[in-house]
Structures are given as structure tokens and as C-alpha cells.
């Protein structure tokens, strides 16, 4: 099946600071959408980016579909976006519409 | 903005107990999905429903679980008899006509 890589898996950053989180993949995607997981185990949608870039206030995302990548950018990071990031996938050779999730990288936003 | 619905947010059962985990999808949404995620692991396909009937299964989602769209409005994840193995938290998802998944807050599952 296809295989989702994120990196860094852990990430620790000042009040402040900005950061970009990667997610590989390997294989053509329909859909790719990044999550983040907070404290009390939601998963807040963040973006559905299969391709193309998006902005939605400090966040942005892009995927390089050709290139099988995409990236968060997280700008002047604060104590409430510390929570698990993650990047799902479904497979463009999918007929099910499962998204396959990457491990996550933990971000810790220190004060 | 709409929403995916679940309740309860939290359950705690037996081992060899039955539950129901429920969910309200969008309305107006096609396309529906249960996940599971286990404590410090990853998010888990287990099975996706269209049109009445189980359109995609993980290995996971093996007799002891079903799934029922018992009305227009509810989805529903059975656990027929549970296990310890079975404690994580389940995830409701529903898609409209695009690919976009909208997911609901969980449920987190606890067997004792």
C-alpha cells in the first residue's frame, strides 16, 4: 500500500518561532488533507491540499503532487498549536476513499 | 458550518461487552467512514459505507465489528465483543461529492 513519511517527528519550538512540518508520500494521491490532533484527541481539519497552495491565517500548506510531497508552514508558532500534526492520503488507485495517515510529528510550542 | 456529530464522547465497557458508537454525519453527505486510533499510534481505516453497504474494510474490521446506517441520519459502529485491544478512540468521518473527509470529535473507547 502507499506509504506516508512525515518529518520531523517531534519538533520543539519557541513562542515566536516558524517551522515547517513534510509529508512524503509514494504514490499518486486523490486527496490529501493535513490534521492537527489537540490536547483532548480532535482532529481539527487544517487543509484539503491534493494540490496547489493554500493560506488560512498563520497556517499554509503546499503539495507538489508530481513531486509526491507536500509542506506545512506554521509562522509565528503560538503555546496553542502544540498538538500532533498529521498528513492522510488516499491513493488515487483507491476505489474506497480510505485515507492512509503518516505517524505525525509532534509539536511542542514552549511560552 | 456543519458538522460530524458522536456520542457518547466517552464509553466505558467490559471486556465481552457490546457497544454502539454513534455518529451524525453531514447531511447531505454521501460517503461515510469509521477510523480508530489507538493511544500514541497513528489513525486506523477500518471501514468506509456508500449506498447502503460496506464499500472498503481493513483487516481490522474483521466479525467483531459492523456497521449500520439505521436511519437517514445516524451511522453506527458495533462492537460485538469487545476486547482490551479494542480501547482507542474511534473516529466518524463523511465525505459530500468531493474528497474532502470532514471528521468528528471521537469517541474514546475504554475496556476494562
Known amino acids: 500500500g502507499i506509504q506516508v513519511e512525515q518529518s520531523p517527528p517531534d519538533l520543539i519550538l519557541q513562542e515566536g518561532a516558524n517551522s515547517t512540518l513534510r509529508c512524503n508520500f509514494s504514490?499518486?494521491?486523490?486527496?490529501l488533507q493535513w490534521f492537527h490532533q489537540n490536547p483532548w484527541g480532535q482532529l481539527i481539519n487544517l487543509f484539503y491540499?491534493?494540490?496547489g497552495t493554500k493560506q488560512n491565517g498563520r497556517l499554509s500548506a503546499t503539495t507538489v503532487a508530481t513531486e509526491r510531497y507536500s509542506l506545512l508552514y506554521i509562522s509565528s508558532s503560538q503555546t496553542t498549536d502544540s498538538g500532533v500534526y498529521f498528513c492522510?492520503?488516499?491513493?488515487?488507485?483507491?476505489?474506497?476513499?480510505?485515507?492512509?495517515f503518516g505517524k505525525g510529528t509532534s509539536l511542542l510550542v514552549t511560552p | 458550518e456543519p458538522e460530524v456529530t458522536q456520542t457518547p464522547s466517552h464509553q466505558v465497557t467490559q471486556m465481552g461487552q457490546e457497544v454502539i458508537l454513534r455518529c451524525v454525519p453531514i447531511?447531505?453527505?454521501?460517503?461515510f467512514y469509521w477510523y480508530r486510533q489507538i493511544l500514541g499510534q497513528k489513525v486506523e481505516f477500518l471501514v468506509s459505507?456508500?449506498?447502503?453497504?460496506?464499500?472498503?474494510k481493513s483487516e481490522i474490521f474483521d466479525d467483531q465489528f459492523s456497521v449500520e446506517r439505521p436511519d437517514g441520519s445516524n451511522f453506527t459502529l458495533k462492537i460485538r465483543s469487545t476486547k482490551l485491544e479494542d480501547s482507542a478512540m474511534y473516529f466518524c468521518?463523511?465525505?459530500?461529492?468531493?474528497?474532502?473527509?470532514?471528521f468528528g470529535p471521537g469517541t474514546r473507547l475504554t475496556v476494562t
Open positions: 459505507f456508500y449506498n447502503n453497504e460496506i464499500s472498503e
Open positions: 492522510a492520503v488516499e491513493p488515487a488507485s483507491n476505489s474506497g476513499y480510505a485515507l492512509n
Open positions: 491540499i491534493p494540490s
Open positions: 447531511s447531505n453527505h454521501l460517503y
Open positions: 468521518a463523511s465525505t459530500g461529492t468531493g474528497y474532502e473527509q470532514y
Open positions: 504514490d499518486s494521491v486523490n486527496n
